[in-house]
Every structure is written in structure tokens, then in C-alpha cells.
């Protein structure tokens, strides 16, 4: 009777748990040796690097539906024209690379992936680079960023959104940037949505060894901040998010951590070949957190890192999450492919 018991509970378990996620999603091409960026430039079509190649220019074409690859040699010499570095962010739609120059040009440029148009926005004197995210609206005619010369790790005072366009590079619409609460913690963009709305990530430092992260849906031009309900709670951390190229749907990259289990409870758990480490999930809400669907999750293994005075854990899982243009299909890296699934 007891082993019966066990046994339903087993199963009731393993009947619980998500799909995996490398079921659901096909790989590509081979990046583990990749040194820049992936993205869509079409609905059928990735652009990536070559292999080894040191300075990461975007140089071939990857078909994701047959995985044929073909060079870009108009896009590589456009990129060799603006002296393109690492930090780079394509548009929604595909069409465009925003180049960051960090502090080494008082300028931002951009070139279409054709390689046939430029677009050059010049800076502030005072203006400098810190190399965080610049994300697109999801119209793919404007991207904005934080500007501010005095802001610190734990301050947003004197902190301004900045709004860029394609249309007029003199163009420049600066917004007031409030900090996102009484907490003391650094705000920073992680994703253009559809008008003058952002989503945002907040850090705060709890000292001596921890930090948090809090999300939220801001909008530039009301200043209203809405925390947002995400598909995470308890032993679980968002990592990062990517808007759909519409921006009404959110991608998200979970991390659940492992809990501890009974030991007749994880015997039983290896005999059926079940991971017992920590995963990675991949979720699809509405731009608020609503709607939560968990696509798939994968088993991760987890590494530290020391530094600034904080002890941190992270999963080496999927990154670099993009969206399809028509938002039908999505890619990730992991295990040094390029994946892409359905959506």
C-alpha cells in the first residue's frame, strides 16, 4: 500500500512538471564561439557573426527554417564605416542596428541592415555612456535611454529619459526621470513598448552580500509607475524580458531554484531520470503581467561571482531572447546554439 502511495505521488509529480523547453525549440546554427550579437532581420532570416571572429560584426544570414547561411557583405562594410563596437541593439521590425559608441564618439549612429542608409545622432558635451541597454519602441522609429552625469549605483537623482527618433536625428525630448519609490535603488530600461511606454528593472543593494529586483511598466510622458505582477514568487527570479515587436506581449526568463525535497521523494525522482537542478523557464504574458502561460523550462547549472561587495548566484541558461518581427517566432542561445520555437 505504501509503495502505492509513493508511486501515485511520483507520478502526480512528474505530471506537473512544464514541458522542456529544447522540445519545443530546434537549433539553428553552432554559436559557441560567437563574439557580437544575434537577431531577426526578417521573419525567416537571423544575422549573426562568423565564427572566431573577434570583432563581432554582424556578417551572415541564418535561414531558420533550412539553416542555409549567407554572407552580408553591404551590412559588414556599413558597420566597418561607423566603427561599430559591441554595443549594438536592432529594432523590432529588423531593419536597424543602434550602435553605442560608449565615451569614444560624441555621437550615436545607426545603419539599416541593408547596409544602404545611415542615421547619425550627436550627443551632449556633457552627455556619457555607462554601455547599458538602449532599447527600440516597438514602432521601430524611436529608442531611448537614461542620461544623467551625477547618478549612481543607488541614486536617480538628476536622472532623464532621453527620446531619439529616426526621422529627425536633431531631435531630442528629454523626460524627467523620479526615482521608483521611497527605497534607495537604480532604475534602469529594459524594453521599449508601444507609445511613450517602457518596462523597467530597479535594483537595490542589501548589504552586505545580496541585491533585489523589482519590475515595473512606466510611462515617459505621465510618469506613472505600475509594479508589475509577473509569473515569479518565492524561490523563483525574473531575469530578463523582451517585448513582443507590437509591444503588448512580454517574454520573460524565469530562474526557479531548486527546493529541497524529502529523500524518499528524490530516490524516487532519480529513477525516473528526474532532474532535481535548478531551471530555467521561458514565460509569455500581456504588457501588465497578466495572462501568465509558462512556454517550456530547461535545467540549468548554477555559478557565483564576487565582486563590489555582493556575492552572486546566476544560471548559466538561455540568453540573448529575441522576438520574430511578426512576433510569431522566437530565439534564444543556450549551449552554444541558436534555438528558435513558435510562439
Not at 160 to 171: Q, W
Not at 178 to 193: D, H, R, V, Y
Not at 200 to 219: E, G, L, N, Q, Y
Not at 232 to 256: D, I, K, M, N, T
Amino acid at each position: 500500500m505504501t509503495i502505492t502511495v509513493i508511486f501515485v505521488i511520483v507520478l502526480a509529480y512528474m505530471s506537473m512538471r512544464p514541458r522542456s523547453l529544447l522540445d519545443l525549440a530546434r537549433p539553428v546554427v553552432d554559436c559557441s564561439n560567437w563574439y557580437g550579437p544575434s537577431f531577426w532581420i526578417s521573419t525567416r532570416e537571423m544575422a549573426g557573426p562568423k565564427q572566431g571572429d573577434e570583432s563581432g560584426l554582424t556578417a551572415l544570414a541564418f535561414d531558420v527554417e533550412t539553416g542555409a547561411q549567407r554572407p552580408l557583405p553591404e551590412l559588414v562594410a556599413a558597420l566597418n564605416r561607423v566603427e561599430a563596437g559591441c554595443n549594438r541593439f536592432s529594432s523590432p521590425d529588423g531593419r536597424w542596428i543602434l550602435i553605442d559608441h560608449l565615451n569614444n564618439k560624441p555621437y550615436y549612429d545607426a545603419v539599416s541592415t541593408d547596409g544602404s542608409r545611415h542615421v547619425r545622432w550627436p550627443k551632449l558635451e556633457s552627455e556619457t555612456s555607462a554601455g547599458g541597454n538602449i532599447p527600440w519602441f516597438a514602432d521601430s522609429k524611436r529608442w531611448v535611454y537614461i542620461f544623467s552625469s551625477s547618478a549612481g549605483f543607488t541614486s536617480n537623482d538628476g536622472v532623464k529619459a532621453v527620446i531619439r527618433c529616426l526621422k529627425d536625428p536633431t531631435s531630442r525630448k528629454e523626460i524627467p526621470w523620479p526615482k521608483p519609490g521611497n527605497e534607495s535603488g537604480f532604475e534602469q530600461i529594459a524594453t521599449g513598448l508601444h507609445d511613450d511606454l517602457v518596462i523597467t528593472s530597479t535594483i537595490f543593494a542589501k548589504r552586505p552580500s545580496t541585491i533585489r529586483v523589482t519590475w515595473h511598466k512606466r510611462d515617459l510622458i505621465r510618469g506613472t509607475l505600475e509594479r508589475l505582477n509577473l509569473p515569479a514568487a518565492g524561490g523563483e527570479e525574473v531575469l530578463s524580458v523582451a517585448a513582443s515587436p507590437g509591444g503588448r506581449r512580454l517574454a520573460w526568463l524565469v530562474w526557479h531554484k531548486q527546493s529541497p525535497k524529502p529523500k524518499w521523494l528524490s530516490r524516487f525522482l532519480h529513477l525516473f531520470r528526474s532532474s532535481e537542478k535548478d531551471c530555467e523557464s521561458l514565460w509569455i504574458t500581456d504588457e501588465d503581467g497578466g495572462h501568465q502561460r509558462e512556454i517550456g523550462r530547461v535545467p540549468v547549472d548554477v555559478f557565483t561571482d564576487s565582486g563590489h561587495g555582493f556575492t552572486t548566484a546566476m544560471p548559466n541558461g538561455p540568453g540573448e531572447l529575441n522576438w520574430s518581427p511578426d512576433g510569431r517566432r522566437m530565439s534564444f542561445q543556450f549551449e552554444g546554439r541558436l534555438w528558435v520555437m513558435s510562439i
